[in-house]
């Protein structure tokens, strides 16, 4: 069994089933296609949290100024993580969410910068409190569907290796394989010292997480979600990294990451004799 931890933008799943049980059906059974033969939707089960981060509200379009200021601040450092000059991300008022903005645009495309705020939007959702309602009830949840599906093995994307990085930490459970794809938990001021892993773990952060058996990594060279790509530099308890390349309009996209073979050679060395 393969528990699924899905990342951004995965609301209209919920918005289209009308029911967090009928999201998560829908993406195991997404994830499940992209992983290939010989899994289905009954191998892969997620673990759906989308709904509990979805604020309700307008969410002001793919203008970063729109976003709330701790939401500003983390488009800001991102986009100095990406290698934004220092004028670029530094200035008075809202001008560096204006300039990072523009850069970010002018480097990586216009619809790079409307990714970036909705990343930003729920990234700021999760890590800006770490004892905010929200962020236990992403973790329980996770936490809920691992108890109930005893997966030997968890898959988890973008934001959602931050998630599944943290539950495993806050409760943790038996794992043979962890897989982390387009992770941003090295992103500097971002993510990495936000994480929160519980009481008595503040100096495990980039340690592998009790229970779990081999973590394994990807990234896409053109992954901006994926910053720092060289990740087991923060995280040595990664045993395996790999680079790879899926395209320049795809290099974030959960399916094209779970169609690589170097998913299906981890998967199939611990789930080939089942």
């Known amino acids: 069994m393969i528990v699924a931890i899905h990342g951004i933008r995965c609301y209209p799943y919920f918005a289209a089933g009308g029911t967090a049980p009928l999201a998560a059906e829908a993406l195991a059974t997404e994830w499940a296609a992209a992983l290939g033969v010989p899994f289905t939707s009954t191998d892969v089960a997620a673990a759906y949290y989308s709904q509990l981060l979805h604020l309700g509200t307008a969410q002001g379009g ?8 701790g939401g500003q601040r983390l488009f800001v450092d991102w986009v100095a993580a990406l290698g934004a000059p220092a004028e670029v991300t530094m200035g008075p008022g809202t001008l560096p969410v204006r300039q990072a903005g523009a850069w970010l645009a002018a480097r990586f495309g216009p619809a790079a910068k409307a990714f970036a705020v909705v990343f930003c939007r729920e990234v700021h959702t999760y890590v800006a409190d770490p004892d905010s309602p929200r962020r236990a009830a992403v973790r329980e949840e996770v936490r809920r569907v691992l ?43 971002v993510i990495f010292e936000r994480l929160s892993l519980g009481e008595g773990n503040e100096g495990a952060k980039g340690a592998r997480p009790p229970g779990v058996r081999r973590w394994v990594n990807l990234a896409d060279i053109g992954d901006i979600v ?34 690589r073979p170097e998913v299906g050679r981890e998967l199939a060395a611990v789930l080939g004799e089942d």
């Open 147 to 189: 108890a109930e599906r005893r997966p030997r093995v968890v898959i988890a994307h973008s934001l959602g290796s931050v998630v599944a990085y943290e539950a495993l930490w806050h409760r943790p459970v038996d794992l043979d394989l962890l897989i982390t794809l387009g992770s941003p938990l090295g992103m500097p001021q």
């Open 62 to 69: 793919d203008d970063p100024e729109r976003l709330p200021a």
């Open 226 to 259: 994926a910053v720092p790509r060289d990740l087991p530099g923060l995280f040595p308890g990664i045993d395996a990294h790999h680079e790879v390349s899926l395209g320049l309009v795809a290099s974030h996209k959960a399916t094209r990451y779970l169609a």
